[in-house]
Nanobody
């Protein structure tokens, strides 16, 4: 049974840093694209970052470029999101997601429909 478990969220002051982790089980992690999305109450879930199965291609939302870095360790079936220079508008529930990498391209990494499995989310709160 597929399972995605996020951790690393919490409360941090503006300009601080957090690193989120997502451990995947029940899937062949090395064949999956992985993504991070976030959601705040009253808004749709939005794409944050994505990475192909080999790590060769990454994509970021414009709002986080230069501040966030997505990476993966296929030996540990884990994807990470390093978040630096956090802003209050980064507050939200962060979800990791997995989908089969059928030659997903740069554009596809940002599409929720490319992801089939989702974690339960971890809360990130950035205070001003």
């Amino acid at each position: 049974q597929e399972q995605l478990v996020e951790s690393g969220g919490g409360l941090v002051e503006a300009e601080g840093s957090l690193r989120l982790s997502c451990v995947v089980s029940g899937r062949t992690f090395s064949r999956d694209i992985m993504g991070w999305f976030r959601q705040v109450p009253g808004k749709e879930r939005e794409f944050v970052a994505g990475i192909t199965s080999t790590g060769g291609t990454t994509r970021y939302a414009d709002s986080v470029k230069g501040r966030f870095t997505i990476s993966r360790d296929n030996a540990k079936s884990t994807v990470y999101l390093q978040m630096n220079s956090l802003k209050p508008e980064d507050t939200g529930v962060y979800y990791c997601a997995a989908g089969l990498d059928n030659d997903v391209n740069y554009i596809g990494l940002g599409a929720p429909d490319e992801y089939d499995y989702w974690g339960q989310g971890t809360q990130v709160t950035v205070s001003s």
